[in-house]
């Protein structure tokens, strides 16, 4: 099976409040990107697909193996992918999307959403249970629902798609269309996407907590 990996690198981080795009915030003394590149390589992803900041190019190539494609992203992390998935080798089978912002995924995270493409499903994310009661607030932050918790999981990425479905699944998308994550666009598509097991240490770096978080578990 032929893998791609895509690596959405593209955002600025308002989050995260850094005075440098968030893929190029450091973690232990490497960038998040760096990270999360090797993430995907440990996990048995060879070829490397990243989109970065429009301009960036050269900072993003001075942190990472020189065998990694670089591109430029769009204005969201939809059309960043995008951009990915076009420039994505038409003879891979399957293509896997992570976040650069998700430093830490260990490789068993990875290697467990390509068996799951391997054993023919055409889309697989990692999942992790939800651990609060959710709700569902009206515009004045009163609580108007709370859906069974035992049925809801939190996404994390890679998630991993048959190469040709998923760009199936892009070509219907608006070209403006902004979801919040690739399992979104197949979804619209009719496609079923199955769920593997997530890691709480594939977290994503949101705001600056997550970064003394991932600090500390480096250190660990
Ligand atoms: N136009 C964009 C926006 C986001 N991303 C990527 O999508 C991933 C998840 O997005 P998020 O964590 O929201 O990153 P930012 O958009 O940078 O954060 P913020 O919303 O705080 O600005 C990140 O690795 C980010 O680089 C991207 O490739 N292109
Ligand atoms: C793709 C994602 O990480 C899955 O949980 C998430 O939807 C990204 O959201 P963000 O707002 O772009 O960080």
């Known amino acids: 099976m032929h893998a791609v990996g895509i690596v959405a690198a593209a955002g600025s981080g308002l989050r995260l409040g850094a005075d440098l795009p968030k893929a190029l915030v450091p973690l232990a003394g490497r960038p998040l990107v760096a990270w999360s590149v090797d993430a995907l390589r440990a996990g048995g992803v060879a070829e490397l697909v990243v989109t970065v900041p429009p301009g960036q190019r050269d900072a993003f190539a001075a942190v990472l193996p020189a065998d990694v494609r670089l591109l ?49 499903h055409p ?3 990692p999942v992790l249970p939800v651990v609060d009661t959710t709700v569902v607030v009206d515009d004045a932050g009163v609580i108007r629902d709370a859906p069974p918790r035992a049925a ?8 991993g798609f048959d190469r040709a479905i998923l760009a199936a699944a892009y070509a219907r998308l608006a070209p403006d269309a902004d979801l919040t994550d690739d399992a979104a666009v197949v979804r619209a598509a009719g496609v079923p996407v199955v769920t593997v097991e997530g890691d709480e240490r594939a977290a994503k770096v949101t705001v600056p907590h997550d970064l003394a978080v991932a600090e500390r578990q480096v250190r660990r």
Do not use: I, N, Y
Not at 88 to 98: G, K, P, Y
Not at 152 to 159: E, G, H, N
């Open 72 to 120: 430029d992203g769009g204005a969201t992390r939809t059309a960043s992918v995008r951009v990915g998935l076009d420039a994505a080798s038409v003879t891979a089978d399957v293509v896997l999307v992570h976040d650069a912002a998700r430093p830490l995924t260990p490789p068993d995270v990875v290697r467990r959403v390509l068996a799951a493409l391997a054993a023919g």
């Open 123 to 125: 889309a697989a994310v």
């Open 152 to 159: 809801l999981r939190r996404v994390q990425t890679p998630q």
